[in-house]
């Protein structure tokens, strides 16, 4: 683990950090005289991307004990180096985060469908933790649990790092009972409700996950028909597990592909920054009993499907 950050955060992220590798006797790439400058290791341990002459230019590259690090600086095994990333322009996701609730332990927000949980990739600033963080003064404020960035609804969060175990615990027992909602075709010869039983495999770098044939049952979805509107099925999903998307694999897999899904049944060219056809697939109620106090807690969210497209969020608030 590095020593403790010399750089504040910036927008509710910790600064980046890197370490150069310890002395080695058997590899020469980690003695002083491997290279030229501190500068010269960093322009070849960064991404393309980095421009690390321009960052030492600017003093935005920092050691362990706060110093800037210039441009002639020597190569050191094990030295720890910090900085803050270049962002790119994120347009605004539209839609509000509405909070449900917030105590000392948990906050519970509603969030917009295209809004990231977590920074990541692409979207960083326009994420729930970063905007959270900073909206709410809380920067300790992380997730307790997946949401992908085209679902809506309730995300659980823990206030400061104190309280993650507890509440990551019941969420790895599946003592959380989550309850999503979803808007997809009807099948008049499909009989409901149905329990889908199989294995999800979702590989890096591949867009859509795979269910594997055979192989021992890691998913479990409870499928019902709870409505109907305008010619479309409200279904009522009932996770078992917490496969990587799990609710559109199964029911792409029924013949009754959610709508609005970009990914199933076929990977579809969207830009990452269209917000114009949201996914129609609502994380709508978790119940589950306190950890920490054995209070029974439900919470349940503010939106409906159809899910439409929202005015960009108020600056001064993110509740509503």
């Known amino acids: 683990m590095p020593p403790r950050s ?6 509710g992220l910790g600064a980046a950090w890197v370490r150069t590798p310890d002395r080695d006797r058997t590899r020469p790439e980690t003695w002083p005289d491997a290279w030229p400058s501190l500068a010269a290791w960093l322009r070849a341990r960064l991404p393309e991307v980095v421009d690390v002459d321009a960052m030492v230019a600017d003093g935005r590259f920092v050691t362990e004990d706060g110093r800037v690090v210039g441009a002639a600086d020597p190569y050191r095994p094990h030295a720890f180096v910090w900085f803050h990333r270049d962002l790119r322009p ?15 332990r948990l906050v519970v927000v509603d969030k917009p469908p295209f809004l990231s949980s977590i920074p990541r990739g692409r979207h960083v600033l326009q994420s729930v933790v970063v905007r959270l963080r900073t909206e709410l003064d809380l920067p300790e404020l992380s997730p307790l649990h997946r949401l992908d960035r085209v679902t809506s609804g309730l995300l659980m969060l823990a206030t400061e790092q104190r309280w993650r175990g507890a509440y990551q615990t019941a969420f790895e027992r599946r003592a959380v009972t989550k309850t999503y909602r979803a808007l997809a075709p009807l099948r008049p ?17 591949d867009w859509q996950a795979q269910v594997v044939p055979d192989a021992p ?28 998307h799990q ?11 959610i709508v609005g899904d970009p990914l199933y049944p076929r990977v579809r060219d969207v830009d990452v920054d269209d917000f114009a056809e949201p996914l129609q697939l609502l994380a709508a109620d978790l119940a589950f009993t306190d950890p920490v106090d054995g209070v029974e807690r439900e919470f349940r969210s503010v939106r409906t499907l159809p899910l439409r497209v929202e005015d960009p969020p108020a600056r001064d608030t993110v509740g509503g």
Not at 225 to 240: K, M
């Open 247 to 257: 609710l559109r694999l199964h029911l792409h897999g029924l013949g009754i592909p």
């Open 90 to 104: 994120e347009p605004e996701v539209p839609g509000r985060i509405h909070v449900v609730h917030r105590d000392e």
């Open 217 to 244: 049952v890691n998913a479990e979805t409870l499928v019902e028909l709870e409505d109907e509107v305008d010619g479309l099925g409200v279904y009522r999903l009932s996770p078992r597990t917490g496969r990587t």
């Open 189 to 205: 010869d499909l009989d409901l409700p149905v329990v889908v039983r199989n294995h999800i495999r979702k590989d890096r770098g």
């Open 6 to 11: 010399p750089l504040p955060p910036r927008h």
